[in-house]
């Protein structure tokens, strides 16, 4: 409980300075992370904060700022951060208070001192026509394969809107280019048969 509590206070703070991601500046960084790309989310008490449980990540990871930003090693809290993914469905509607969807990135996360391969994030709930300034939708659902309408069933998914998922791609792709075997893809819409 107290850790879930110290999650929700870290999560309020985390609330008072978010930034876009069409404004924001991203940097690449080694290190542990939070990966939530594909997290199921929950509510909790504190408005504005949903519970993900996304998964413990070590290597290359973006997030919000400059270079000398990176998140700093060691604790039980890290911060979730974005890795590129391969796949996803794009949800055309509106987030509304009874489908939203989760802003994980750069929240930060505690690691389950029971399972060191997951950690619990207070992640921001988006639930307006607008998201801190920008379009909220279309917003996508991160996926392996082709599998039901994600968009439309009732979890509460991990998410960001595919202008920021493909602006936060790039950014990492630029930062690999040099570094072979190849850049990894813009992320691409998995079509429903």
Known sequence: M???MRLLALSIMGLVGSVGVAEAQFNVCPGAY?????????LTPV???LECVCTVNQGYSVGKGTQAQCPKEGG??????????TSYQVCQSKPTSQHPWADCLDVPCTV???NKTIARCGC??????????????PWLVATGQVSHDLCTDTTIYSSATTAGSQAITKTFNA???????AEISIPTALQMP
């Not at 939070?34 to 929950?42: E, G, I, Q, S, W």
């Not at 039980?76 to 993914?85: A, N, Q």
């Open 2 to 4: 107290r850790a879930m």
């Open 34 to 42: 939070a990966l939530c790309t594909t997290a199921a989310c929950k």
């Open 47 to 49: 408005p504005g904060v």
């Open 76 to 85: 039980s809290t890290i911060p979730s951060r974005y890795f590129p993914i």
């Open 112 to 114: 389950d001192p029971n």
């Open 124 to 137: 921001r709930t988006v639930d307006k026509e607008t998201y801190e300034g920008s379009p909220s939708y």
């Open 175 to 181: 930062y690999v280019k040099a570094t072979p075997p």
